[in-house]
């Protein structure tokens, strides 16, 4: 994806010293030069797929040479997103058919999702396919699946499945954020050893540093952190600048970090923050951008133009050691060129990647770019049938119980009640809103079983292969036979998310690929996703996004409490509670 032959370098050559046609030129634009942040007129020559020339001297124009106009445009390099997330719900073949045509040209997708959904046989067939993109792909390696493998069913990959994706394949750039930080503050031989291989291999080590001190992160950068994108107060900007952390600030749809820091960065030097999505939901993709739109909300809140773009381009090439390659409109660097109608409005008339026109005026010029079918192939579930009574919860005290509160997207916190008692078994109490909750791994039903308040919704049953990071089965309710239900239709189905109520599905989105990517394109997911969340409101939940908050249930990093496959979780405490 980024290496030269010999032939290439001398093409290069002759084009550049104007011995030989240029493939592409733009000429009389304004370019953004991202090193002093500074505009000059002059002309971009391209040979093939990369830049050959920038200044003023006219290029050798041949009966091949595509010529554009570039007067009043700026041109400026194609966006890099450091830390997105192409995988969950859509595909990365949709999600990039649609990411490039508002100028990102590069995405860091740290693929802990997909990898542990579709496994790393799944993960090879994606690489193959890394060319035929309509962007390009770099990745993470997940080191920690599950984030506490005593709790959550044990260790997924292997230290030579991590050595074996980084060694043979270029693209794999990093280890992918590690959420359970605890691991490596205790001196974990199982983490710190994957963390030593990957820095041996010259690899990045993503943080994902949430609530740490100063005093803890200096632990976590002694043991090999490259960054983080947890950064949510003025002190945490500023601890991971000091302490040489590549520090990301985060405008997505799952939260936004932008108003409390930009104020911060306008006063520091920007040389190591990076501005990042970490995730942008399908309606959102379309209804604002990606990059641009991330890039145009740090320019209102006060960024510089050029700074905003620099955070979002040569920085991150920078990061990830790519800076030869991407990151500026300089030669030898990729021809991945953006012509905006003016440096404040980073939403591109034209999209230039690798040498061609991809895209203009928001609509894709080439042909769709589609996924391996991989299904579950590499990473199937062992068992296609569920019995109601494998939900059953056995009770003979009058003790109270610890349930997972809902209190906002993503948090929870603990709440001890008494619980409804029928026949000997803890039930669900539409009541006192209160579902029964239960998570089993692929490859075992060993369930893990407990209660959760806040879904709000009146639906007998919930099933769904989206449980943030280990995607196996999460079903919830208020009646086991409509859990059954739900939950032998999504195995049926191979993956996805349904809603049964009184013996009746009302509602169901299917995920095909890995259980967790659909097929559809982003405009058809975004109106499903919508009527899928939509349902759940209608019976009566309160939740923004209903189905965001349910697949994080199962996320062991956030406080404070989660269900697993061992029970139910308390991740202050670190240990099961029920």
Same mark, same amino acid.
Not at 61 to 90: M, S
Not at 366 to 387: A, C, E, M, Q, W
């Given at each position: 994806?980024?290496?030269?032959?010999?032939?290439?370098?001398?093409?290069?050559?002759?084009?550049?010293?104007?011995?030989?046609?240029?493939?592409?030129?733009?000429?009389?634009?304004?370019?953004?030069?991202?090193?002093?942040?500074?505009?000059?007129?002059?002309?971009?020559?391209?040979?093939?797929?990369?830049?050959?020339?920038?200044?003023?001297?006219?290029?050798?124009?041949?009966?091949?040479?595509?010529?554009?106009?570039?007067?009043?445009?700026?041109?400026?390099?194609?966006?890099?997103?450091?830390?997105?997330?192409?995988?969950?719900?859509?595909?990365?073949?949709?999600?990039?058919?649609?990411?490039?045509?508002?100028?990102?040209?590069?995405?860091?997708?740290?693929?802990?999702?997909?990898?542990?959904?579709?496994?790393?046989?799944?993960?090879?067939?994606?690489?193959?396919?890394?060319?035929?993109?309509?962007?390009?792909?770099?990745?993470?390696?997940?080191?920690?699946?599950?984030?506490?493998?005593?709790?959550?069913?044990?260790?997924?990959?292997?230290?030579?499945?991590?050595?074996?994706?980084?060694?043979?394949?270029?693209?794999?750039?990093?280890?992918?954020?590690?959420?359970?930080?605890?691991?490596?503050?205790?001196?974990?031989?199982?983490?710190?050893?994957?963390?030593?291989?990957?820095?041996?291999?010259?690899?990045?080590?993503?943080?994902?540093?949430?609530?740490?001190?100063?005093?803890?992160?200096?632990?976590?950068?002694?043991?090999?952190?490259?960054?983080?994108?947890?950064?949510?107060?003025?002190?945490?900007?500023?601890?991971?600048?000091?302490?040489?952390?590549?520090?990301?600030?985060?405008?997505? !749809?799952?939260?936004?970090?932008? =108003? /409390?820091?930009? $104020? *911060? %960065?306008?006063?520091?030097?920007?040389?190591?923050?990076?501005?990042?999505?970490?995730?942008?939901?399908?309606?959102?993709?379309?209804?604002?951008?990606?990059?641009?739109?991330?890039?145009?909300?740090?320019?209102?809140?006060?960024?510089?133009?050029?700074?905003?773009?620099?955070?979002?381009?040569?920085?991150?090439?920078?990061?990830?050691?790519?800076?030869?390659?991407?990151?500026?409109?300089?030669?030898?660097?990729?021809?991945?060129?953006?012509?905006?109608?003016?440096?404040?409005?980073?939403?591109?008339?034209?999209?230039?990647?690798?040498?061609?026109?991809?895209?203009?005026?928001?609509?894709?010029?080439?042909?769709?770019?589609?996924?391996?079918?991989?299904?579950?192939?590499?990473?199937?579930?062992?068992?296609?049938?569920?019995?109601?009574?494998?939900? !059953?919860?056995?009770?003979?005290? =009058? /003790?109270?119980? $610890? *349930? %997972?509160?809902?209190?906002?997207?993503?948090?929870?916190?603990?709440?001890?009640?008494?619980?409804?008692?029928?026949?000997?078994?803890?039930?669900?109490?539409?009541?006192?809103?209160?579902?029964?909750?239960?998570?089993?791994?692929?490859?075992?039903?060993?369930?893990?079983?407990?209660?959760?308040?806040?879904?709000?919704?009146?639906?007998?049953?919930?099933?769904?292969?989206?449980?943030?990071?280990?995607?196996?089965?999460?079903?919830?309710?208020?009646?086991?036979?409509?859990?059954?239900?739900?939950?032998?239709?999504?195995?049926?189905?191979?993956?996805?998310?349904?809603?049964?109520?009184?013996?009746?599905?009302?509602?169901?989105?299917?995920?095909?690929?890995?259980?967790?990517?659909?097929?559809?394109?982003?405009?058809?997911?975004?109106?499903?996703?919508?009527?899928?969340?939509?349902?759940?409101?209608?019976?009566?939940?309160?939740?923004?996004?209903?189905?965001?908050?349910?697949?994080?249930?199962?996320?062991?990093?956030?406080?404070?409490?989660?269900?697993?496959?061992?029970?139910?979780?308390?991740?202050?405490?670190?240990?099961?509670?029920?």
């Amino acid at each position: 994806m980024f290496d030269k032959n010999l032939n290439d370098v001398k093409g290069l050559i002759r084009v550049s010293g104007g011995d030989e046609s240029a493939s592409m030129v733009i000429k009389d634009v304004h370019v953004l030069d991202v090193f002093t942040g500074m505009l000059f007129k002059g002309n971009i020559w391209i040979y093939k797929k990369w830049i050959a020339y920038v200044g003023d001297k006219d290029a050798r124009i041949g009966e091949n040479t595509q010529v554009v106009d570039g007067r009043g445009f700026v041109a400026v390099p194609g966006y890099f997103d450091a830390h997105g997330h192409a995988d969950l719900f859509y595909n990365p073949a949709t999600f990039g058919d649609v990411v490039i045509t508002t100028g990102t040209t590069t995405v860091f997708s740290d693929a802990h999702d997909m990898i542990n959904s579709i496994g790393i046989g799944g993960f090879e067939e994606v690489l193959k396919r890394n060319e035929e993109f309509a962007l390009k792909y770099i990745w993470g390696v997940p080191a920690a699946y599950p984030p506490y493998p005593e709790i959550e069913g044990g260790e997924f990959f292997s230290i030579y499945d991590i050595w074996r994706l980084f060694s043979t394949y270029k693209e794999c750039v990093s280890i992918s954020e590690l959420s359970p930080y605890i691991r490596i503050l205790n001196n974990e031989d199982s983490i710190l050893e994957k963390m030593l291989l990957a820095r041996s291999l010259g690899k990045n080590i993503e943080g994902h540093t949430l609530g740490a001190s100063y005093d803890r992160l200096n632990v976590l950068v002694a043991a090999g952190i490259t960054s983080c994108h947890e950064s949510i107060r003025e002190k945490d900007l500023i601890n991971r600048v000091r302490l040489g952390l590549y520090t990301m600030i985060r405008h997505s !749809s799952i939260r936004s970090d932008f =108003e /409390e820091l930009c $104020p *911060v %960065i306008k006063d520091m030097p920007v040389d190591t923050v990076i501005l990042v999505t970490d995730g942008i939901f399908a309606g959102d993709l379309l209804e604002k951008g990606y990059m641009d739109f991330v890039i145009k909300e740090a320019i209102d809140y006060g960024i510089e133009p050029a700074h905003a773009i620099r955070m979002a381009t040569i920085n991150p090439a920078r990061y990830f050691r790519l800076d030869y390659h991407l990151g500026s409109i300089t030669p030898g660097r990729i021809a991945d060129i953006l012509l905006l109608e003016d440096i404040k409005k980073p939403t591109p008339v034209k999209v230039i990647e690798r040498g061609r026109v991809v895209a203009e005026n928001g609509v894709l010029l080439r042909g769709p770019s589609h996924f391996p079918l991989i299904k579950n192939t590499y990473n199937p579930y062992t068992f296609d049938h569920v019995d109601e009574d494998e939900f !059953s919860v056995g009770w003979h005290n =009058e /003790e109270k119980i $610890p *349930v %997972i509160d809902i209190i906002d997207r993503t948090v929870t916190k603990r709440l001890d009640i008494v619980p409804a008692i029928e026949d000997g078994c803890i039930v669900a109490d539409s009541k006192k809103d209160i579902m029964k909750i239960c998570y089993t791994r692929r490859e075992k039903k060993k369930w893990g079983k407990g209660f959760v308040r806040g879904i709000g919704a009146s639906i007998g049953g919930i099933a769904t292969t989206v449980a943030h990071e280990t995607h196996g089965l999460l079903v919830m309710g208020l009646d086991d036979t409509d859990m059954a239900t739900a939950a032998n239709r999504v195995l049926e189905m191979g993956g996805g998310i349904v809603l049964v109520d009184k013996g009746e599905v009302i509602d169901l989105l299917s995920l095909p690929n890995g259980a967790i990517m659909s097929d559809l394109s982003i405009e058809e997911l975004a109106l499903k996703l919508v009527d899928v969340n939509n349902t759940i409101r209608k019976r009566g939940s309160s939740l923004d996004d209903p189905l965001w908050t349910l697949g994080f249930l199962t996320f062991t990093s956030i406080v404070e409490l989660r269900i697993t496959v061992s029970g139910v979780y308390d991740v202050r405490k670190g240990e099961i509670v029920f």
